[in-house]
Nanobody, 117 residues
Framework: QVQLVESGGGWVQPGGSLTLSCAAS????????TGWYRQRPGEQREMVAI???????DYTESVKGRFTMSRDNTQNKVYLQMNGLKSEDTATYYC???????????WGQGAQVTVAS
């Protein structure tokens, strides 16, 4: 089974940028549907971005044009480049992977992103 470890979270001022990384081990990340999700305190976890094995991506409306998800097959990692950050982007961000045709998701431990002056 694949294990996922996020990194790159932190504090940034509004308008700033951060890049989250998700390192995979125990499996080839390129064959998984991968995604970035976030959860604010007291709220449900929501999808931010997803990336299919062939490389098709999709984003929740609130981050379109600001966030970009990518994958490096040689590093076995996925990334979330976040630009133009807003206070409402403050959340714990989670990396998720699931094999197509299966129902068992794999999650990372989460990375905190705080956007504040």
């Amino acid at each position: 089974q694949v294990q996922l470890v996020e990194s790159g979270g932190g504090w940034v001022q509004p308008g700033g940028s951060l890049t989250l990384s998700c390192a995979a081990s125990g499996g080839d990340i390129s064959i998984y549907i991968t995604g970035w999700y976030r959860q604010r305190p007291g709220e449900q976890r929501e999808m931010v971005a997803i990336l299919s094995p062939p490389g098709t991506s999709d984003y929740t409306e609130s981050v379109k044009g600001r966030f970009t998800m990518s994958r490096d097959n040689t590093q076995n990692k996925v990334y979330l480049q976040m630009n133009g950050l807003k206070s409402e982007d403050t959340a714990t961000y989670y990396c998720k992977a699931i094999l197509p045709g299966t129902s068992r998701p794999y999650w990372g431990q989460g990375a905190q992103v705080t956007v504040a002056s």
